[in-house]
């Protein structure tokens, strides 16, 4: 009777325990210190630039909540053919990102409804978010803007020089004027102490998103902007590359007024140019505010932050004296739809830690250097770094027109890697610039239909 008894107890306090643990709450972590919860998070990131700093957000988060943040970066240029190989896996990523409304549509089978998540509650501008009816299957964590950046330094140093062709650098607002600018620039680099007026044109494959995509968005935002194109609609499937000339203008200006001859631009990468700014042997150099922390991080750097300025990439086009920089986002928060619920809870919980917490915040401005649409941020959170001030200033700066990131509705990773192997193409003289166009034109027909 004894024995029986005992083992009565025994089950009793089995299932009570059992109860006791059976709530929606996360579990706690035996070892993790009371509150923290147990369970691990696979984040596939897309900018290879700021990978080392998402391991020290891992390291945060994990001794803040216990719960582990695995992140994998792919290669430059190669996300959406890991991701395509990751999903395939077991293990799949739970949070990863898309690029927009095209590549919802590729991904579509694994975005999970974001739109009762806390992050999305926080969303600013709820218009900028992946949404399908009532649905929501992006959040956007970052707005971004490029141009052309150059150094305030060496402009003041070239206007001191006689026969300059400005006063002020605010008199460049046009092609007209920054090609007269760079051309002075190049005869007189020797005085000016400079290789080039533009830092290198990085064509080495997959290295070349600048052209093929970043460069290539002004002229196709004016082709769908002045045409009345319905970004949502078939139309976007074929371009007739209208603007394909105001594209030479500048690619050309790049290509001949830079620190390395055309011909050798093959073998150049993004780190180059961006070594090159920042040891001041160029002016200018086209990229985007992530670029301050690989300015800043280049070993014997010259270049004063507050001597990094923006200016927008002036092409020929009409009325473009009031065009502002390339301001959006292809930067979405989407959570796999086909992980387990706990999973992708956790997911969830990881990002709006990162743009709500003291600990997350404090990485998405100081390292991450991060222009957050979230209302979580005061005005004493936001990015200080120069680059970050200056996206801001221009997005603010009253009669000027922000340049769209139509480029994400750019056929697919096919077409930008044909458009750059052509652009180097054309760059070594292998290739006239008709058949290019011709090209572009039939790729980007080509690859909307696959």
């Given at each position: 009777?004894k024995k029986?008894?005992s083992?009565l107890?025994?089950?009793?306090?089995?299932?009570?325990?059992?109860a006791?643990g059976?709530?929606?709450?996360?579990?706690?972590?035996?070892?993790?210190?009371?509150?923290?919860?147990?369970?691990?998070?696979?984040?596939?990131n897309?900018?290879p630039e700021?990978?080392?700093?998402?391991?020290?957000?891992?390291?945060?988060?994990?001794?803040?909540?216990?719960v582990?943040?695995?992140?994998?970066?792919?290669?430059?240029?190669?996300?959406?053919?890991?991701?395509?190989?990751?999903?395939?896996?077991a293990?799949?990523?739970?949070?990863?990102?898309?690029?927009?409304?095209?590549?919802?549509?590729?991904?579509?089978?694994?975005?999970?409804?974001?739109?009762?998540?806390e992050?999305?509650?926080?969303?600013?501008?709820?218009?900028?978010?992946?949404?399908?009816?009532?649905g929501?299957?992006?959040?956007?964590y970052?707005?971004e803007?490029?141009?052309?950046i150059?150094?305030?330094?060496?402009?003041?140093?070239?206007?001191?020089?006689?026969?300059?062709?400005?006063?002020?650098?605010?008199?460049?607002?046009?092609?007209?004027?920054?090609?007269a600018?760079?051309e002075?620039?190049?005869?007189k680099?020797?005085?000016?102490?400079?290789?080039?007026?533009?830092?290198?044109?990085?064509?080495?494959p997959?290295?070349?998103?600048?052209w093929?995509?970043?460069?290539?968005n002004?002229?196709?935002?004016y082709?769908?902007?002045?045409?009345?194109?319905?970004?949502?609609?078939?139309a976007?499937k074929e371009i007739?590359?209208?603007?394909?000339?105001?594209?030479?203008?500048?690619?050309d200006?790049?290509?001949n007024?830079?620190?390395?001859?055309?011909?050798?631009l093959?073998?150049?990468?993004?780190?180059?140019?961006m070594?090159?700014?920042?040891?001041?042997?160029?002016?200018?150099?086209?990229?985007?505010?992530?670029?301050?922390?690989q300015i800043?991080?280049?070993?014997?750097?010259?270049?004063?932050?507050?001597?990094?300025?923006?200016?927008?990439?002036?092409?020929?086009?009409?009325?473009?004296?009031?065009?502002?920089?390339?301001?959006?986002?292809?930067?979405?928060?989407?959570?796999?739809?086909?992980?387990?619920?706990?999973?992708?809870?956790l997911?969830?919980?990881?990002?709006?830690?990162?743009f709500?917490?003291?600990?997350?915040?404090k990485?998405?401005v100081?390292?991450?250097?991060?222009?957050?649409?979230?209302?979580?941020?005061?005005?004493?959170?936001?990015?200080s770094?120069?680059?970050?001030?200056?996206?801001?200033?221009w997005?603010?700066?009253?009669g000027?027109?922000?340049?769209?990131?139509?480029?994400?509705v750019?056929?697919?990773?096919?077409f930008?890697?044909?458009?750059?192997?052509s652009?180097?193409?054309?760059?070594?003289?292998?290739?006239?610039?008709?058949d290019?166009?011709?090209?572009?034109?039939a790729?980007?027909?080509?690859?909307?239909?696959?």
């Amino acid at each position: 009777m004894k024995k029986l008894l005992s083992v009565l107890l025994l089950t009793a306090m089995t299932f009570s325990l059992a109860a006791c643990g059976s709530t929606n709450e996360p579990a706690e972590s035996a070892d993790s210190g009371e509150g923290k919860s147990t369970g691990s998070i696979y984040y596939l990131n897309f900018k290879p630039e700021i990978a080392p700093v998402y391991e020290k957000i891992a390291e945060a988060y994990e001794a803040e909540t216990g719960v582990k943040l695995n992140v994998v970066t792919a290669a430059s240029g190669t996300y959406e053919q890991t991701l395509k190989s990751e999903m395939a896996k077991a293990d799949a990523p739970t949070l990863f990102q898309i690029n927009g409304p095209k590549g919802y549509a590729s991904w579509k089978e694994y975005t999970a409804d974001l739109s009762n998540t806390e992050l999305y509650s926080h969303l600013t501008d709820k218009s900028l978010a992946v949404t399908d009816g009532d649905g929501v299957y992006g959040i956007p964590y970052v707005v971004e803007g490029y141009g052309i950046i150059y150094n305030n330094a060496l402009i003041n140093k070239y206007i001191a020089l006689p026969g300059a062709k400005i006063a002020s650098v605010d008199e460049i607002n046009n092609f007209e004027t920054l090609k007269a600018v760079v051309e002075d620039i190049t005869a007189k680099k020797d005085e000016l102490g400079v290789k080039g007026a533009f830092a290198s044109t990085s064509l080495k494959p997959g290295e070349d998103w600048r052209w093929q995509t970043h460069l290539a968005n002004v002229p196709v935002y004016y082709e769908f902007k002045n045409n009345n194109i319905d970004l949502a609609s078939d139309a976007t499937k074929e371009i007739k590359f209208e603007y394909a000339e105001n594209y030479k203008n500048i690619f050309d200006l790049y290509i001949n007024n830079s620190v390395t001859e055309p011909k050798l631009l093959g073998s150049k990468q993004v780190a180059d140019s961006m070594a090159e700014f920042a040891l001041g042997q160029c002016v200018f150099v086209q990229n985007g505010n992530w670029a301050w922390s690989q300015i800043n991080e280049v070993a014997g750097n010259v270049v004063k932050p507050e001597d990094i300025k923006f200016m927008p990439i002036y092409t020929g086009m009409e009325g473009e004296e009031n065009q502002g920089l390339c301001t959006g986002t292809e930067n979405f928060y989407a959570i796999n739809a086909k992980a387990s619920e706990e999973d992708q809870k956790l997911a969830a919980d990881f990002i709006y830690w990162l743009f709500s917490s003291d600990t997350g915040k404090k990485f998405v401005v100081e390292e991450l250097n991060f222009i957050a649409p979230f209302d979580t941020f005061t005005d004493a959170e936001k990015p200080s770094d120069p680059l970050a001030k200056e996206v801001i200033k221009w997005m603010e700066k009253e009669g000027t027109t922000s340049v769209a990131w139509n480029f994400t509705v750019f056929p697919n990773q096919t077409f930008k890697d044909n458009f750059g192997a052509s652009l180097l193409q054309y760059a070594q003289g292998s290739m006239s610039w008709d058949d290019l166009v011709t090209k572009v034109v039939a790729d980007w027909k080509t690859e909307s239909s696959n």
